[in-house]
């Protein structure tokens, strides 16, 4: 499997610009998690889908951000208009549910580096 | 003024020693915890997770001990190599009320292990 892939790996832009961010989650995993990492707050769970449905946007920072899942392999991370302090890693990650036999292993993209000039 | 970021923990060795990473957890109710590792550039990668009912796991040059009256867990690495270099996260998750888990995880601030040859 070639594992979770986001794109763009480096996104340099303007103030005021749209960004948008791609995850492909690894085939038949049920949940997709975007994460953003920053020097400033550590790594930040912002929104969480299961079976494509959007479960939990609390750790959304505002409503310039949105992110959506059309489909089981696809999903985007939009921020509208872009601004400098959201200049940060962006982390796609996806998980297989599973019982109580196993733990809740989140498997992580490579990111994408989003610098908002 | 200038942002102030998060501070790391840092911790050095040279090659060969024994690591131990430290991590003070928030949650007394977390079913489970995960231990991730970070290299520049990339997301965190799963190294060994723990249940709370465990007190102690070992995987190979590893070993995660779990301390819940003080609310501590650390990870062991054994004969310490330069590629163990990285920044290594805990993470803690739950059982949702089903009993499944499904990766929703808090992570930790981290701590950047450096191996001197």
């Known amino acids: 499997d070639a594992g979770v892939i986001q794109s763009p790996r480096h996104e340099v832009t303007e103030m005021g610009q749209e960004v948008t961010l791609r995850c492909k989650p690894i085939?038949?995993?049920?949940?997709l998690f975007w994460y953003r990492q920053t020097m400033m707050r550590g790594l930040e769970l912002l929104i969480y889908f299961n079976n494509n449905v959007p479960i939990d946007d609390s750790g959304m920072p505002e409503d310039r951000f949105s992110a959506k899942m059309p489909n089981a392999s696809f999903s985007t991370l939009k921020i509208q208009p872009s601004e400098p302090r959201d200049s940060a890693v962006y982390f796609c990650?996806?998980?297989?549910?599973?019982?109580?036999?196993?733990?809740?292993?989140?498997?992580f993209g490579e990111g994408s580096r989003l610098t908002v000039l | 003024g200038e942002s102030v970021g998060l501070h790391l923990p840092t911790l050095s060795v040279q090659e060969g020693d024994n690591s131990i990473i430290n991590c003070a957890y928030s949650n007394s109710a977390s079913d489970y915890f995960i231990w991730y590792k970070q290299e520049s550039g990339k997301g965190p990668q799963f190294i060994i997770d723990?249940?709370?009912?465990?007190d102690k796991r070992q995987g190979q040059r590893v070993t995660v001990l779990l301390n819940k009256t003080v609310k501590h867990l650390s990870l062991q690495i054994a004969a310490t190599q330069p590629g163990d270099s990285a920044v290594y996260f805990c993470a803690e998750g739950g059982f949702d009320a089903g009993g499944t888990s499904y990766g929703k995880l808090t992570f930790g601030q981290g701590t950047i292990l450096t191996v001197h040859p």
């Open positions: 723990i249940r709370s009912n465990m």
């Open positions: 990650a996806s998980s297989l549910v599973g019982g109580r036999e196993r733990t809740g292993e989140l498997f």
């Open positions: 085939s038949g995993h049920d949940y």
